[in-house]
């Protein structure tokens, strides 16, 4: 009996923890696929740049991870405003019959950067191991890893200043307004291509800094971004389209229910409870955990 | 314009009956039967998601469930894999009407992501139900016919089907209420349309169609597994490039752009080596950028602005 | 729209011209050539593992170049690379092109199980002489092919060999416990240990597939603990391996023994990662630097030297692949496909992965009877425990608990 406990509390803290992390790569997309109403499927391949630059800095400079976060992030937030300012940006103003060319795009960026840093880095696995990669804390007979729980404290932190940043300054207020709605933040004086841009350039440095978090604990190769895409979708429309809170607990939700899936089912079919769920919220709740929490 | 049409078809249909017999070297055969398998694949989705506009990223779901109606039909009861050609539609038209009572409900990006799931459900299921379906494993046959000709004629017999069925259904009512679900929805409600019911009439088809060149695809390359065949990468994301490239909602794009697709792929996997995918990504984010509407649909648009100059209307974009 | 109608001419022509150069290909390669076509996976998710094996290749060959074996007659032995992108579709592109086009006398490579399928099943198809590098799925041999060959790689259920061998002498578990990545090589694998087992009369306590790329294997760990197996055995791809162990040691999950099977478990990269939580792991293996066979150590030294980084069992098995070539080739009466079909009919050489024979045994054709050995990590270093004639190192067994170290 008391093992089953400790089972269903190690299972429950390790889900959160793991969604914590989840969460940040997941508000980056929901900021992106909020203003500009574009479902970017390249948003795990700058998850994967971001982890790479961290590693540059780790292998060749000896910065922590945690520090080289901060030169990823800058280093993603110019990539994302130059890849929205030259390339997306351009079919915004196109008429197209099925505005899903934009999700094209994002696929042949996709493989730009993985096939780029594959040219660059070889297809090798690759870890930054630190001094506390494997610390671990014992609560009780539960074992939790010290950079997930670091990872998940950073990612909150960095969920709250994104929430103040939103609600609080013009530019993020401008930015609100944008995903609400486009044209009448134009003529309220909104520059749109600039605030399109930014938050390109936000959504990218956020996935980066999710992956910068997840470095001390993972791995990294050049195609490891195929396992966050999918996963950020499934947050960001849990969590209701452009809702930074709502993403943020989309992924506790996610990282909780794989988790429990994984103890309680199989490690084969965790997978299948996220997307099950994804599904039901599609269905029964089509604006995600915000209208919840509106109503 | 409509003989020119005709003409055109009739052009398209003896040279695509001509070429095995024209090019005899089979590596050129087996790219041909690669294109015409992804051409179906790319008519069957443009008819649900380029004319109705509900953009799938699902489709491997059917592929899918049609290739393993095939490579079932053989691990479990011994029958010749050709039977699944029979078997592989109904099932792919079986799944798709609790997709399509699922995703339907949804709209536009909604819609795309609910598919996108589902289509990774079926992927899961699948690996997981080792004892059903062999798991990874995947299965593998023997194949009955070598010869390519044999198998370019099935195929292409296949496609004109496809073709010809899309046609007939863009052409006719159902098609105008499905572009007109398309353009605007709730008006299209408004105006008494049950869009529903019109939206199911594209998936059937669609879905029949994609899950025929999934058992066509198993009897071809003869080994199938999971990953393979309902990957969302490579068939769901791909068969939307592919009708992207040649172009959205026109007649002839598909096959266009699974042809673009097929060769230039192959054309760089031969002689970029190791940096083949990047430039074809490069490739594929130059076509979008400067081709918004795939070659097809820019090859209207250009036509039109010509028309127009020499009516003496002033052209422009 | 100038620019529209440049860019479609463009377009036009570049569609022609690539059916142009297919029609008339064939390349720069002259015809006083002996082409043999290697398929790999030269990018795509594989392409490490091809990476390594086409620099082995390459190695091997100009070693052969050296010695001139890779002249017979007056024609030249050329290889000629395919990326099959880790897509069974595109390897049977690849096939029917150096066949069909560049009219290769023989194929190698194979790295997925799933692209070693198709590339056998057409290869027989098309009466083309194949001989696997690395592909394991054990159904490939056992079709009864007979131009297909499969000497470096074991079938998947037979990386387990002498590692039954110290099972039944050292370990003697009354309980076992399975995971596996829900692959092909992981299923094929589980399945061949779980027949074994249940022959054996071991109970099997734990038994789940997992799909890889995970980052928390805790809740699978977490369920296996309470099965108290005396013995776990798992079968990973290359990170999966060193998560589970890390988190392992996380949840201090002691076990007299936990037996990787070959893949994620003997590569640097495991180390690399895991740290010290890979001390006294275990592995079957095909291969490793320090086996007494002739030439494998100069091989892994060579290797590492020349690239930089260091080889694992795969790349051996494309170098030991490149000397059986060379030497069917050398011995074949004529270069037609059933000249080489014979030829390598007739192999018994040596190479670094041992004697390498294409025999006909327990359903498989043409499959050579693989030497397999137990490793175990001790502080980052691949030890032979098993068998003990070639051992480099004392096993450790039962391994101490975690608390103790």
């Known amino acids: 009996m008391e093992d089953a406990w400790i089972k269903f509390g190690q299972t429950v803290i390790c889900g959160i923890l793991l969604g914590g992390m989840y969460s940040l790569i997941a508000i980056g997309m929901t900021l992106i696929m909020g203003v500009m109403k574009i479902v970017n499927l390249a948003h795990g391949a700058l998850v994967m740049v971001g982890m790479y630059v961290v590693y540059i800095c780790a292998t060749n400079y000896g910065i922590d991870p945690y520090i080289g976060m901060f030169i990823a992030m800058p280093v993603l937030f110019f990539l994302g405003c130059l890849i929205q300012k030259y390339m997306i940006n351009r079919l915004v103003e196109v008429d197209s019959i099925l505005p899903e060319n934009q999700v094209l795009l994002t696929v042949g960026i996709m493989l730009v950067l993985t096939e780029g840093i594959r040219l660059f880095f070889k297809s090798d696995y690759r870890s930054v191991v630190t001094s506390y990669s494997s610390d671990t804390l014992y609560i009780g007979a539960m074992s939790i890893s010290v950079p997930l729980v670091i990872g998940f404290i950073i990612a909150m932190a960095f969920t709250f200043l994104l929430h103040m940043f939103l609600t609080k300054s013009d530019l993020g207020k401008s930015i609100r307004a ?23 350039g936000l959504g990218a440095a956020l996935a980066a800094a999710g992956g910068s978090l997840l470095l001390p604990l993972f791995y990294l190769f050049p195609d490891v971004g195929h396992l966050f895409t999918a996963k950020s979708f499934i947050i960001t429309i849990l969590g209701g389209l452009g809702s930074t809170w709502g993403a943020a607990i989309g992924g506790l939700v996610i990282g909780l229910s794989e988790s429990l899936g994984a103890t309680y089912i199989s490690m084969g079919y965790k997978d299948v409870v996220g997307l099950v769920m994804f599904i039901l919220v599609l269905l029964f709740l089509p604006g995600g955990i915000r209208s919840l929490v509106k109503r | ?208 169609f994609t899950g025929l060149a999934g058992a066509f695809y198993m009897n071809y390359v003869t080994f199938i597994d999971p990953d393979i065949v309902f990957n969302l990468t490579d068939i769901s994301i791909m068969v939307i490039l592919v009708v992207m490239l040649g172009g959205v909602a026109t007649t002839w794009g598909p096959t266009i752009g699974a042809a673009l697709y097929i060769i230039m792929g192959e054309l760089f996997r031969t002689t970029l080596g190791s940096a083949n995918v990047l430039v074809f990504g490069v490739l594929v984010c130059l076509i979008i950028m400067f081709l918004p509407n795939g070659i097809a649909g820019e090859l209207d648009i250009i036509k039109r602005i010509t028309q127009r100059k020499k009516a003496g209307l002033s052209g422009g974009v | 729209m100038k620019n529209y109608r440049k860019i479609l001419t463009v377009l036009l022509l570049l569609s022609f011209l690539t059916l142009v150069t297919a029609g008339c290909g064939g390349g720069g390669v002259s015809s006083d050539a002996v082409k043999v076509g290697v398929i790999l996976p030269l990018t795509g998710s594989e392409a490490m593992f091809g990476e390594m094996e086409k620099n082995s290749f390459d190695m091997a060959y100009e070693e052969l170049k050296a010695e001139g074996k890779t002249t017979i007659g007056d024609k030249e032995i050329v290889l000629m690379y395919e990326d099959d992108q880790g897509r069974q579709d595109v390897a049977r592109s690849a096939t029917e092109k150096l066949v069909n086009q560049d009219k290769v006398a023989m194929l190698s490579g194979g790295y997925s199980s799933a692209c070693t399928n198709v590339i056998a099943g057409s290869a027989q198809t098309l009466n083309t002489p194949f001989l696997i590098v690395t592909g394991s799925s054990d159904d490939i041999t056992k079709q009864g092919w007979d131009f297909v060959f499969r000497g470096t790689a074991a079938p998947a259920s037979m990386y387990t060999g002498a590692f039954w061998d110290m099972m039944e002498k050292v ?45 928390d294997f805790k809740p699978m760990l977490a369920n296996l603990r309470s099965t108290n197996p005396d013995m776990i055995f798992a079968t990973s791809y290359v990170m999966d391996a060193s998560m589970i162990v890390k988190q392992m040691k996380e949840l201090n999950f002691d076990t007299k023994l936990f037996v990787g099977n070959g893949a994620g478990y003997t590569m640097p990269e495991f180390y690399q990662n895991a740290g010290a939580a890979s001390d006294f792991v275990a592995s079957t293996s095909l291969w490793v630097p320090n086996v007494s066979w002739q030439g494998a150590s100069e091989y892994y030294e060579k290797y590492k030297q020349k690239y930089g980084k260091e080889p694992d069992y795969h790349g051996a098995q494309a170098y030991a692949t490149m000397y059986v070539i060379a030497d069917a080739l050398n011995r074949a009466e004529d270069l037609s496909n059933t000249g080489i079909q014979s030829a390598l009919k007739d192999t018994d050489i040596q190479t670094i992965m041992g004697p390498i024979k294409f025999v006909d045994w327990a359903g498989f054709t043409n499959q050579n009877e693989p030497n397999t050995y137990v490793v175990q990590w001790t502080d980052g270093k691949l030890e032979v425990i098993w068998p003990e004639e ?16």
């Open chain 1, 178 to 200: 944008t995903a609400q709605d486009r044209d009448a933040a134009i003529f309220m004086g909104v520059n749109s291509s600039k605030i399109t841009m930014i938050t390109f």
């Open chain 2, 1 to 208: 314009m409509l003989n020119k049409n005709t003409l055109m078809t009739i052009v398209f249909a003896l040279v695509a009956v001509a070429l095995p017999v024209i090019i005899k070297a089979p590596y050129q055969q087996h790219i041909l039967i690669l294109v015409i398998i992804w051409a179906t694949i790319g008519t069957a989705w443009n008819l649900l998601s380029g004319y109705a506009g509900q953009v799938s990223f699902g489709h491997a779901a059917f592929f899918g469930v049609g290739a393993y109606s095939a490579g079932l039909l053989t691990l479990h009861y011994g029958l010749s894999p050709w039977w699944g050609l029979a078997l592989g539609p109904v099932m792919a038209m079986l799944i798709a009407l609790p997709i399509g009572a699922i995703a339907f409900r949804l709209r536009g990006p909604y819609f795309a992501l609910a598919t996108l799931a589902l289509g990774e459900i079926f992927r899961l299921m699948f690996l997981n139900m080792t004892g059903f379906t062999n798991g990874a494993k995947g299965i593998l046959i023997m194949p009955a016919i070598t010869s390519k000709i044999a198998y370019y004629y099935i195929g292409l017999g296949i496609l004109a089907a496809t073709l010809l069925v899309t046609y007939l259904i863009v052409h006719s009512k159902i098609g105008y209420y499905l572009v007109s679900i398309r353009e605007d929805q709730d008006a299209a409600t408004s105006l008494g349309i049950p869009t529903t019911f019109y939206k199911n009439l594209a998936l059937l088809p669609s879905a029949l």
């Open chain 3, 171 to 215: 370990v003697k578990p009354q309980s076992v416990a399975i995971i596996f990545e829900n692959t092909d090589f992981g299923t094929s694998s589980s399945k061949g240990f779980r027949e074994e087992c249940q022959k054996r009369g071991i109970n099997i306590v734990f038994d789940q597939a997992y799909e890889h790329g995970a980052i």
């Open chain 3, 390 to 405: 070639v051992k480099s190192a004392d096993y450790v067994y039962p391994v101490p608990k975690w608390s103790e170290r």
